[in-house]
T-cell receptor, first 115, second 110 residues
Framework: DTAVSQTPKYLVTQMGNDKSIKCEQNLGHDTMYWYKQDSKKFLKIMFSYNNKELIINETVPNRFSPKSPDKAHLNLHINSLELGDSAVYFCASSQELGSAPLEAFFGQGTRLTVV | TQLLEQSPQFLSIQEGENLTVYCNSS?????LQWYRQEPGEGPVLLVTVVTGGEVKKLKRLTFQFGDARKDSSLHITAAQPGDTGLYLC??????????FGTGTRLTIIP
């Protein structure tokens, strides 16, 4: 049983193309995220959605557009891909339970290579 | 902007040795977590600490949260090759997101 699954795992595409990455979680969580991990393994939040509503947008270029059709899905569409977009993109989810600490569960990642 | 610095950045030791990695911030955490990430996989949560001075143990791993809740350490006893991976601390500063540290890449040599 995969808790957070994202597709595809690998994506190689040319500059200027538009691509999408899909994410689904079966944990019943209310909040989903997209993170970007660069070549130095630094993990940086891009977006956060809570019950389909955008709550965090960390100054990401507007070529990146997240969409959440329901609270179990959060997709990421990227327009006009650039070389600098090459990275590993992780989807994650968490459950807000009052004052309980925020704990994230991650997918396996999508390695995007722009050539 | 909250920054989490981890040290060392890279660590390579022999199987059976002990090691400690550190996570430091200039801001107070409301909670802190440690994750381990293996190649080709996403980070996996190891532990969450909330209370200043808290110590948690997970088999050979011991996690400590600083009294002032600005730092944490992870100590591994008798390291094994299976401990190899990228160790990430992540802090919540009372807002709706986790901020990740710079990471420690650990290699255990058989």
């Amino acid at each position: 049983d995969t808790a957070v699954s994202q597709t595809p795992k690998y994506l190689v595409t040319q500059m200027g193309n538009d691509k999408s990455i899909k994410c689904e979680q079966n944990l019943g969580h209310d909040t989903m995220y997209w993170y970007k991990q660069d070549s130095k393994k630094f993990l940086k939040i891009m977006f956060s959605y809570n019950n389909k509503e955008l709550i965090i947008n960390e100054t990401v270029p507007n070529r990146f557009s997240p969409k959440s059709p329901d609270k179990a899905h959060l997709n990421l569409h990227i327009n006009s891909l650039e070389l600098g977009d090459s990275a590993v993109y992780f989807c994650a989810s968490s459950q807000e339970l009052g004052s309980a600490p925020l704990e994230a569960f991650f997918g396996q990642g999508t390695r995007l290579t722009v050539v | 902007t909250q920054l989490l610095e981890q040290s060392p950045q890279f660590l390579s030791i022999q199987e059976g040795e002990n090691l400690t990695v550190y996570c430091n911030s200039s801001s107070v955490f409301s909670s802190l977590q440690w994750y381990r990430q293996e190649p080709g996989e996403g980070p996996v949560l190891l532990v969450t600490v909330v209370t200043g001075g808290e110590v948690k143990k997970l088999k050979r791993l011991t996690f400590q949260f600083g009294d002032a809740r600005k730092d944490s350490s992870l100590h591994i006893t008798a390291a094994q090759p299976g401990d190899t991976g990228l160790y990430l601390c992540a802090g919540n500063f009372g807002n709706e997101k986790l901020t990740f540290g710079t990471g420690t890449r650990l290699t255990i040599i058989p």
